[in-house]
């Protein structure tokens, strides 16, 4: 009876790992978000892209509204611009019945909107930068599209909003928002918003002391152009009214129709800038100006958007029946979306709030800013933030998507050559945090410099000398570029070679300029005046700093550069214990980051099947800065570190609480932490510690599957390795299978 038991038992354990396997060559389809009622303000919306443009959708007292915004709309102060807000007012309120029903297909990368016998589908082209708006009714209506700008008029820009732009709190006695310029005929309307030839590049240049430079310098803001086109068959221009929204006055451009069957509204978005080397205009996509107005069919569009996306969801997918895990899972998934919302972008997402910010006065109430503003500006990259929106796309096999971050480096990379070769004389491409869209540092930032200053080091308490921010993206770019979708593949452009190149040339002059000997007694560079992030300052031989140049010269092969790198630095707590240091020495503590663990992430020199991984456990649980720094906020990566270190009750811990819902109706809508909403970084720290908890590898690339994953949690996944595998997993009844290749086979931890 016992042994008819264990058979029994051991059959069906065996059939639900059989299913669970077979299952993963199915075709994988997300779960829709369904609202039932209408939402209160944007701060309720629901965000829904393609290309490089999101929306912004919600229904609010029977009206449809939208915001939309493309990757790439800088105005002169470098305030990344919304394209406006759209209203549809329908007669008879039909989205005020009890049948409402707003849902975002993630399958489609559309928008649903039904109720009261109308129905409306929002999409955004994969291809071009296009809006899609289909609507189609069972009985005729009146309705009223609208299209509303704040920028009407003239803003001048107020101290407190200068956070939005690259001024910050420089702001120039007249800094304004200027206004768009807007004509509406027939059933037609075009905006645009043409930036001044003189701009914050203009002031940044000459504030930094590079004005002998200046002409060689890349800049993508001057004379920019900002257009856009909306087609609505049926409807006819009807005049312009006023009114206020959130805090914020507006002028609405108003289209009525009055026997609505049904509508295919377009919406055309586009920035043209001049080519850097011939006398043309070209848009974000390549497109030489002058261009037509876009012809493609909305079947068509709507047929090839729902393919690409679905065959996106393809690509990896998490699944789990634990109730536990269900959320963190769920919204992974939708950060995921989100991220491929710009998966054609010249310009990476942001990581305050992406392309989906809503009106300020809803994230702070004392930011009643228009719906332009977001926190830590708009052309103003902050490296160390951004870095966690890029990560994950590497595990989900997203290259193309991670295209648009890599490829602003490599217009940056000019820039940056030149200024440390204007600043120091040497060779090597030095990229700052808190960096603007053209490559030099923010001017607010940069700060005030007297004579005898080291005029390539920013005067900032949390930012001098660091420099090491740039290496991780340069390992993304050497790791995407194992595959083939990355259009600049085999040209290659020397980022990782010009960061690598700056290190080594900079320090070794450093230490010249300081003493004798360009080497210490070993034949190591001298990393100081050095920084371990923004938080161990004028420090000695940083440990972040170092695993950054270890790890990214052993990926590219630079063996000269491995054998002048000092060994990182360690540690010994009263205890006896080693630990990693976050230096050899450090004036000061700056910040609350743990840059002392960044040997385990990004740079992987400890983790699961990696030597000394006692050292970095030692560190993550005894070192007093570490504990005293510990959280799950914003950028804050403890989850990615427990996870790595396969500390298991840790890493479940702070990865639930990491991807738990965020306080706004979309539940991958999260606070602002020390940024801005949605936060985009905490949402990419949460999707890199959830991978880290089901997928590793050993340093020779074989995979370690569910290194920090709780064996009772039933889970599939596919993912990729960071050494281009595409591995396919599941742990059911704490038994593990994988199929590779087609391969089958049971792996343990």
């Known amino acids: 009876m016992n042994r008819t038991c264990c058979y029994s038992r051991w059959l069906a354990t065996a059939l639900t790992v059989v299913a669970a396997v077979f299952s993963a060559y199915a075709a994988y389809v997300p779960r829709d978000v369904v609202w039932t009622t209408q939402s209160r303000n944007s701060s309720e919306s629901m965000p829904c892209g393609g290309c490089d443009i999101g929306l912004n959708v919600w229904v609010e007292g029977g009206d449809l509204l939208f915001y939309a915004q493309q990757s790439g709309w800088f105005d002169e102060n470098n305030t990344l611009l919304k394209a406006g807000r759209w209203r549809l007012r329908v007669d008879g309120q039909p989205f005020n019945g009890s049948d409402f029903e707003q849902r975002l297909c993630l399958d489609e990368g559309c928008i649903y909107i039904r109720g009261g016998g109308i129905e409306v589908r929002l999409w955004v082209d994969v291809e071009q930068p296009v809006v899609f708006v289909a609507l189609v009714t069972r009985h005729t209506r009146r309705a009223v599209l609208s299209y509303e700008s704040w920028r009407y008029r003239d803003r001048p820009v107020t101290k407190a909003e200068c956070q939005q732009c690259s001024y910050k709190w420089l702001i120039p006695k007249d800094c304004t928002t200027f206004a768009d310029s807007i004509e509406a005929n027939g059933n037609s309307l075009a905006f645009t918003h043409k930036n001044r030839t003189e701009t914050v590049f203009d002031f940044t240049v000459s504030r930094e002391h590079l004005d002998a ?41 108003n289209f009525s129709c009055d026997n609505l069957r049904s509508s295919a509204i377009i919406i055309d978005l586009r920035y043209l800038r001049h080519h850097l080397y011939e006398d043309t205009m070209v848009d974000g996509c390549g497109t030489v100006a002058p261009y037509a107005f876009p012809t493609i069919k909305s079947s068509v569009s709507r047929k090839r958007s729902a393919k690409w996306w679905h065959q996106y969801w393809q690509r990896s997918w998490i699944v789990t029946d634990n109730k536990e895990a269900a959320t963190m899972v769920r919204n992974y998934e939708l950060m995921r979306y989100m991220l491929g919302c710009n998966a054609r972008g010249e310009w990476p997402t ?176 001298i990393i100081y005046p050095g920084s371990a992030c923004e938080t161990y300052k004028m420090a000695y031989n940083p440990s972040s700093t170092i695993a950054a140049l270890r790890t990214v010269a052993a990926a590219v092969g630079d063996t000269a550069l491995l054998s002048r790198l000092p060994e990182l630095p360690l540690t010994t707590t009263a205890q006896g214990d080693t630990c990693i240091a976050p230096a050899v020495a450090w004036a000061r503590v700056q910040n609350t980051e743990t840059p002392q663990l960044y040997p385990v992430w990004p740079w992987r020199i400890y983790s699961v099947g ?137 792996l343990h931890r």
């Not at 152009?225 to 002028?251: C, I, N, R, V, W």
């Open 213 to 253: 430079i200046k002409d060689s310098l890349y800049n993508p803001i001057g004379g920019l152009l900002m257009k856009g086109m909306m087609h609505a068959p049926g409807f006819q221009f009807a005049g312009t009214s006023k009114g206020e929204y959130a805090g914020t006055d507006y002028q609405a451009w």
């Open 350 to 525: 942001k990581f305050n709030g992406g392309l989906f910010t809503f009106d300020p006065v809803y994230v702070d109430s004392t930011t009643a800013f228009t719906p332009d503003y977001r926190k830590w500006g708009g052309g103003t990259m902050t490296a160390q933030n951004q870095r966690l929106v890029y990560w994950p796309l590497l595990k989900n096999g997203d290259y193309d998507v991670l295209q648009p971050q890599i490829d602003t480096y490599r217009r940056m990379l000019p820039n940056a050559i030149a200024r440390t070769r204007h600043y120091w004389g040497h060779d090597g491409a030095s990229f700052t945090e808190q960096i603007e869209n053209f490559g030099l540092p923010n001017p607010a930032e940069y700060g005030k410099h007297k004579e005898g200053d080291d005029l390539g080091v920013e005067r900032n308490a949390w930012l001098e000398y660091e420099w090491d921010t740039a290496l991780e993206f340069a390992l993304m770019e050497s790791l995407g570029l194992r595959d083939e979708s990355l259009e600049l593949r085999d040209e290659g452009s020397g980022l990782a070679a010009e960061i690598l190149r700056f290190f080594d040339e900079h320090y070794r002059w450093q230490a010249k300029k300081l003493g004798a000997k360009d080497l210490d007694e070993n034949g190591h560079l």
């Open 610 to 746: 990696r030597p000394g991984i006692d050292i970095a456990r030692n560190t993550y649980w005894k070192d007093p800065h570490a504990l005293a720094m510990r959280s799950t906020k914003g950028w804050k990566q403890d989850n990615i570190w427990a996870a790595c270190l396969g500390l298991t009750d840790e890493a479940q811990r702070l990865n639930l609480e990491k991807l738990s819902d965020g306080p706004y109706r979309f539940t991958a809508f999260y606070d602002p932490g020390f940024d801005w909403a949605p936060d985009h970084n905490r949402g990419g720290a949460g999707m890199v510690g959830l991978q880290e908890m089901l997928l590793q590898e050993t340093p020779d690339g074989q995979p370690i599957l569910f290194p920090a994953w709780p064996r009772q949690w039933n889970c599939r996944f596919r993912l990729h390795t960071l050494s281009g595998r595409t591995i396919e997993a599941a742990i059911t009844n704490g038994v593990i299978t994988t199929t590779e290749n087609q391969a089958t086979k049971t």
